[in-house]
């Protein structure tokens, strides 16, 4: 049957007005009045509340309601729902008092974390085990309730329906009222740990003054006497402090010294005379702070998350306890145990900065650190792994202690550390740059030359003048073709020791040139160009004999210089090679190589014999050669300055480099410059750096040892004006063969060039004649008549100089 709408409502209103009385009633409790534990709380709970409140909830209610049951059985059916009622409110506030006060917490927290069978941690990050706890006295309250009521329950209203209790009733109200006893401790014992020691608001208050003093750098006095204030805000979750005037100067550092004196809370603002502190209790970075802080005996206080990087992955701030004497190889320990490493370390700002790093940074890192004598802190790098293969692509060092700017140290070092890479080898390219100090290693095949290479691999299959500027040297590692482009660099110097293969490589160019349709001049008076005597036929010029016949072939190149700069005039060009086709056959312009052999002994200054006559042969021999070195040396230079613009390229060969051979000017436009190295013999720094300049030297003697097979001959490096380094094998064919295999190209025989030798000087040893005195013929007086207007202009040669 139906119940009508007016008992319905009737029904809600009788069931209102119960609510409302029960919550009148659980009102009267103490702990339900609780709002904090904060200095200046409304009803902040005593000792006495709190232990009256826990025997209200677990003693006196059950009784009440065990005492009506006794009366009235649907009495007791009326009141046990506030059984399972007060005992939740008692657990729900016991916990939030237990939560509300940090600075006590870890007090209490020990003792009742024995009670519950929790960690200290446990209990203070929130206290669950605390609400557990409750609810389970809650449980047991209503079911002791429940028993000690029984036999009411079977022998009153109920009878009929729980007779099958009557044999246990009485029994399980003996067990209840025990049971009761039992809670009737516990809750003793958990107000007495809840009110022990201080807990009224005075001394709460008083122990928030002595920390907040602390926490600015001053005594409680100074702060009392200095008006210093303390204002909680109305949920307890901030607190204003008013700055005493003596703590005014004293700020710097509070953010550290909040975090350790009261751990939860820290400072959101912190102005000239007002500090706010804010609570921070749930915030995931408190509570790894605080294991922390647990974990490393005190040393880490404070951890604080980073964004995650390529860098640092998983990376986080650890704040380091200022008081105590932190090394950076505890803290490294301390990260290791967590599976990370420290990747910066400030030991003034008492800070460390800690990542996953991964197993392959971690070892190169290390190794790093072991060649640079180092923390391994203070190295920053990143790794790339191939996409498909397992092995390293790319090793970027973005931050190492400063290597100074000695280029070679650099390349040593980085050719160490690839060397220890798990796949490092010398064909891993280094791009370094000591301005910001971000050095690149890149992953490359090993590097290797073939033993021999033919030169005639490097010839054209025919004649070919277009490509007149390429000049083929070798093989490099990679096996492609490595030349000098005398675009870039119209002159070369090839430098190597006895039995590296310098001939070999003058061979190589000379024949290169010749296939391009160049004219070749030789000029070799040294050795008499025995080296060259094979395709002597293919030369324009050949000046071996002396050192006049070497003077003379020099002047006929400086006038042939000059020629076509007259003919460059008359046709309105730049340089040789944009003249017309027709025209350069014609004027015979053509690209010119000029190889000097032992261009040291050539140039080398003789020591003139002191002590003799100045008409001695032997001092007139000297002084003769010394003047004939100085204009070969001169002419040398102004070629070398000059002649770009009019196809004429000088190549030069010399064992060793020296300055006094080699002037500043002169080197500074030998723009390509080629050294060759025996097997087995490395080149010495010094021959090395007189020869290639700057940064690239290092790197040339880097790759001669890295492709010395130390038995293959024929070994080189060049180093050229926007070519860079590049180690080749130079290319090698017997002399005899080289005129064979240019005639197969259709190389023609050059018209040779005739020059005009000077006057020997006088033979070693042989005395000068007396010069006889000539005889004067007067002639009388001689009519000469020119017609000026039909003598024709002549080119004449004669020492200038102007800019390319």
């Known amino acids: 049957m139906a119940a009508s709408p007016t008992a319905r409502r009737a029904g809600r209103h009788v069931m209102r007005m119960v609510l409302r009385s029960m919550k009148r009633f659980l009102a009267l409790v103490p702990v339900i009045r609780y709002d904090g534990m904060g200095p200046g709380a409304a009803g902040y709970p005593s000792k006495f509340d709190l232990q009256a409140s826990l025997f209200i909830w677990v003693a006196v209610l059950p009784f009440l309601v065990v005492g009506a049951g006794a009366i009235n059985p649907w009495a007791y059916l009326g009141l046990i729902p506030l059984l399972p009622a007060g005992a939740y409110f008692a657990a729900r506030r016991s916990a939030a008092a237990l939560n509300s006060e940090p600075l006590r917490r870890r007090e209490w927290a020990t003792r009742f974390a024995g009670m519950v069978k929790a960690t200290p941690a446990t209990v203070e990050g929130g206290a669950p085990k605390v609400r557990g706890s409750f609810y389970a006295i809650a449980v047991a309250v209503v079911l002791l309730g429940f028993g000690a009521a029984l036999p009411w329950l079977v022998n009153g209203a109920f009878a009929g329906e729980l007779s099958w209790l009557q044999l246990f009733a009485s029994k399980w109200a003996l067990v209840s009222w025990a049971g009761y006893a039992i809670v009737l401790v516990v809750s003793w014992m958990v107000g007495r740990a809840y009110g022990r020691e201080g807990s009224d608001a005075r001394q709460v208050e008083a122990l928030w003054?002595?920390?907040?003093?602390?926490?600015?750098?001053?005594?409680?006095?100074?702060?009392?006497?200095?008006?210093?204030?303390?204002?909680?805000?109305?949920?307890q979750e901030s607190l204003t402090v008013t700055v005493p005037v003596a703590a005014r100067t004293r700020l710097k550092g509070i953010d550290l010294r909040c975090e350790l004196i009261a751990p939860g809370w820290c400072v959101a603002s912190a102005g000239y005379d007002i500090v706010e502190l804010v609570r921070v209790e749930n915030r995931p970075e408190v509570m790894l702070?605080?294991?922390?802080?647990?974990?490393?005996?005190?040393?880490?206080?404070?951890?604080?998350?980073?964004?995650?990087?390529?860098?640092?992955?998983?990376?986080?701030r650890w704040a380091l306890n200022p008081d105590t004497r932190v090394t950076v190889d505890r803290i490294s320990f301390l990260a290791a145990e967590q599976g990370s490493q420290v990747v910066e370390w400030s030991e003034w700002?008492?800070?460390?900065?800690?990542?996953?790093?991964?197993?392959?940074?971690?070892?190169?890192?290390?190794?790093?650190?072991?060649?640079?004598?180092?923390?391994?802190?203070?190295?920053?790098?990143?790794?790339?792994?191939?996409?498909?293969?397992?092995?390293?692509?790319?090793v970027s060092i973005m931050r190492a202690p400063s290597l100074g700017v000695d280029a070679e140290k650099r390349l040593t070092l980085w050719k160490n550390l690839i060397a220890a890479i798990p796949g490092g080898s010398n064909g891993w390219r280094i791009d370094d740059d000591p301005i910001t100090g971000r050095v690149v290693l890149t992953y490359g095949g090993r590097l290797a030359l073939r033993p021999s290479v033919s030169m005639a691999e490097m010839l054209p299959e025919t004649l070919d003048p277009d490509d007149w500027a390429r000049l083929p040297l070798g093989v490099g590692p990679d096996g492609e073709v490595v030349s000098i482009n005398l675009k870039a660099g119209p002159h070369t110097i090839v430098a190597g020791p006895t039995g590296s293969g310098k001939t070999v490589a003058l061979l190589q160019i000379m024949?290169?040139?010749?296939?391009?349709?160049?004219?070749?001049?030789?000029?070799?008076?040294?050795?008499?160009?025995?080296d060259f005597l094979q395709i002597r036929q293919l030369t324009v010029a050949w000046a071996t004999e002396s050192l006049e016949a070497a003077q003379a072939a020099m002047e006929a190149i400086y006038a042939e210089v000059g020629r076509r700069k007259a003919i460059?005039?008359?046709?309105?060009e730049v340089k040789w090679s944009d003249l017309s086709p027709e025209v350069r056959e014609r004027e015979n312009v053509?690209?010119?190589?000029?190889?000097?052999?032992?261009?040291?002994?050539?140039?080398?200054?003789?020591?003139?014999?002191?002590?003799?006559?100045?008409?001695?042969?032997?001092?007139?021999?000297a002084e003769t050669k010394n003047a004939a070195k100085s204009i070969i040396r001169t002419l040398t230079g102004r070629i070398a300055r000059e002649a770009r613009f009019a196809g004429l390229h000088l190549a030069l060969g010399i064992q060793r480099p020296d300055a006094s051979i080699l002037g500043g000017e002169l080197r500074s436009n030998l723009t390509s410059a080629v050294q060759l190295a025996p097997p087995g013999k490395p080149i010495s720094r010094e021959a090395m750096t007189m020869l290639i300049p700057g940064d690239q030297a290092p790197i040339a003697s880097q790759t001669l040892?890295?492709?010395?097979?130390?038995?293959?001959?024929?070994?080189?490096?060049?180093?050229?004006?926007?070519?860079?380094?590049?180690?080749?094998?130079?290319?090698?064919?017997?002399?005899?063969?080289?005129?064979?295999?240019?005639?197969?190209?259709g190389a023609p025989l050059p018209k040779q060039w005739t020059i005009a030798t000077s006057v020997a000087a006088p033979v070693f040893g042989v005395r000068k004649p007396k010069t006889v005195e000539p005889e004067v013929i007067d002639l009388g007086t001689v009519v000469v008549d020119f017609d000026f207007e039909a003598a024709e202009p002549a080119a004449t040669a004669f020492p200038f100089s102007f800019d390319d």
Request: charged share 25%; net charge negative; proline share 6%.
């Open 349 to 394: 700002k008492h800070e460390a900065i800690i990542a996953k790093l991964s197993a392959r940074v971690v070892q190169v890192r290390g190794r790093l650190a072991e060649l640079l004598n180092c923390a391994p802190h203070a190295i920053e790098l990143s790794i790339t792994m191939h996409a498909t293969e397992h092995r390293i692509e790319t």
């Open 705 to 745: 040892a890295d492709l010395d097979d130390g038995k293959s001959p024929g070994l080189a490096v060049v180093a050229a004006d926007g070519g860079g380094v590049a180690g080749f094998r130079v290319a090698y064919a017997p002399a005899r063969e080289i005129p064979v295999l240019l005639e197969r190209l």
């Open 511 to 530: 024949a290169s040139a010749i296939a391009r349709g160049h004219q070749v001049v030789l000029i070799d008076p040294t050795k008499g160009g025995l």
């Open 568 to 572: 460059l005039q008359e046709h309105g």
């Open 209 to 235: 003054t002595a920390q907040v003093a602390k926490i600015l750098d001053v005594s409680v006095s100074d702060f009392e006497a200095g008006s210093g204030a303390l204002a909680w805000s109305r949920d």
């Open 289 to 316: 702070g605080r294991q922390a802080m647990a974990a490393s005996d005190g040393l880490v206080v404070g951890v604080e998350d980073l964004p995650d990087s390529e860098l640092r992955p998983h990376a986080a």
């Open 590 to 621: 053509h690209p010119v190589l000029i190889v000097i052999d032992e261009f040291g002994s050539l140039v080398l200054g003789e020591d003139v014999p002191k002590g003799l006559p100045k008409d001695s042969p032997y001092v007139v021999e």
